[in-house]
């Protein structure tokens, strides 16, 4: 499964947008992108997924530039409950091995 | 409902016994797995099963042993326990790619 790169963390205002990178280069074109977010000491949770076309559910939107090599969650209105970790994942296999790297730590302040 | 219900959500246990975490999901999923996430917050997948079957097993010491009596269960059990299995379980199931993670157990080896 292609790797992810995302940053250590960042902070963001309660009510603004947040908008969270993620750098896969070497994504193959059957590999999909997740997003998912854990937090504070809670099973992690399925925010959205997309393989080309960019997404939008009620959580968030899912941004994936057209070379694939790049992706972009946006939580349009960030709250408080929003603080988490943010998982960006590359799947390839048809039984969805799910790889957790690091994640983003995301701070919503007041 | 409770979609993937892991007990017990507390375990405290001593150095050489042996334990078990028991997982359900009453989701229709195909797919079950266990991740392990220590200290150092980094979730790693253990095991997959699908429809009953392994099918990943990624470099777990054979004192861990996974059972999946039916495709809604899938449990993990752990001999001779070490200071190190000391972490947080989580089970998830999948289909489709759409996967849901349980709360977790925090497993604490004194």
């Known amino acids: 499964d292609a790797k992810t790169t995302q940053p250590t963390s960042m902070d963001c205002a309660e009510g603004r947008a947040a908008n969270l990178p993620c750098n896969h280069s070497t994504i193959s074109g059957n590999e999909y992108v997740y997003w998912y977010r854990q937090i504070h000491s809670q099973g992690p949770q399925y925010i959205i997924h997309?393989?080309?076309n960019n997404e939008t559910n009620e959580m968030a939107s899912l941004i994936i530039t057209e070379d694939r090599k790049s992706s972009t969650l946006i939580l349009p209105h960030a709250t408080l409950r929003d603080t988490a970790v943010y998982y960006c994942?590359?799947?390839?296999?048809?039984?969805?091995?799910?790889?957790f790297g690091a994640g983003t730590q995301v701070v919503v302040t007041p | 409902d409770t979609a993937v219900s892991q007990t017990p959500k507390y375990l405290v246990t001593q150095m050489g016994n042996d334990k078990s975490i028991k997982c359900e999901q009453n989701l229709g999923h195909d797919t079950m797995y266990w991740y392990k996430q220590d200290s150092k917050k980094f979730l790693k997948i253990m095991f997959s099963y699908n429809n009953k079957e392994l099918i990943i097993n990624e470099t777990v010491p054979n004192r861990f042993s996974p059972k999946s009596p039916d495709k809604a269960h899938l449990n993990l059990h752990i001999n001779s326990l070490e200071l190190g299995d000391s972490a947080v379980y989580f089970c998830?199931?999948?289909?489709?790619?759409?996967?849901?993670f349980g709360s977790g157990t925090r497993l604490t080896v004194v």
């Open positions: 998830a199931s999948s289909r489709d790619r759409s996967y849901t």
């Open positions: 997309g393989l080309k």
């Open positions: 994942i590359v799947v390839t296999d048809s039984w969805g091995k799910l790889q």
